[in-house]
């Protein structure tokens, strides 16, 4: 009799122990699920710019206050070459590779341009020339408009969010 008594004692605790750790491992499921709801329903009501289609590779080119109308600046934006141009106030960035045979394509101000070509970005190697508010070829051997970019202005910066058409870049020959 005494002995069983003993063997019960053993066995009690540890029955609570097991049950301890279920009711804790129970309530951590029941608190991650509640918090992945949370988590979703956040995510729902405040969507990051990349779910709501939004280029997340922002590229900072200059301060707003570094390009006064007229002028322009060359930046990258991963491995191309591009051109944001001031054209009377409005920010406006294209690829800044020729779609004729990959010259790099110059605005009017820049070092080393010899020709005022007007509101217009031009390539000095077969006299190419673009529109600068579309990018639209206006003469010259080029087959195709220059790829645009995405702008976007924050706090007195200027930032390449992604092109206007990913899907018309890889079709350009050199762009690819
Ligand atoms: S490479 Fe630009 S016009 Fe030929």
Redesign the pocket.
């Known amino acids: 009799m005494k002995t069983l008594r003993v063997k019960e004692e053993n066995v009690l605790p540890r029955d609570i122990g097991k049950r301890r750790f279920l009711n804790s491992l129970l309530g951590l499921t029941v608190i991650s699920g509640v918090a992945g709801a949370l988590y979703t329903v956040f995510k729902f009501l405040f969507p990051s710019e990349r779910s709501r289609g939004i280029e997340e590779n922002l590229v900072k080119i200059a301060k707003v206050s570094d390009i006064f109308p007229g002028r322009s600046v060359k930046f990258r934006y991963g491995r191309y070459p591009c051109l944001l141009v001031n054209h009377n106030g409005k920010f406006l960035a294209y690829g800044a590779l ?1 779609t ?4 790099i ?1 110059h605005w009017k101000d820049e070092d080393g341009c010899i020709m005022n070509m007007g509101d217009q970005i031009h ?1 000095v ?4 020339h673009f529109e600068v508010l579309t990018g639209k070829v206006i003469a ?3 087959p195709s408009p220059l790829p645009k970019m995405n702008l976007r202005i924050r706090g007195g910066e200027i930032f390449a969010t992604g092109w206007d058409d990913p899907n018309y870049v890889k079709r350009i020959n050199t762009y690819a």
């Open positions: 020729c004729h045979l990959a010259c394509v390539c190697c077969h006299a190419g010259g051997p080029p």
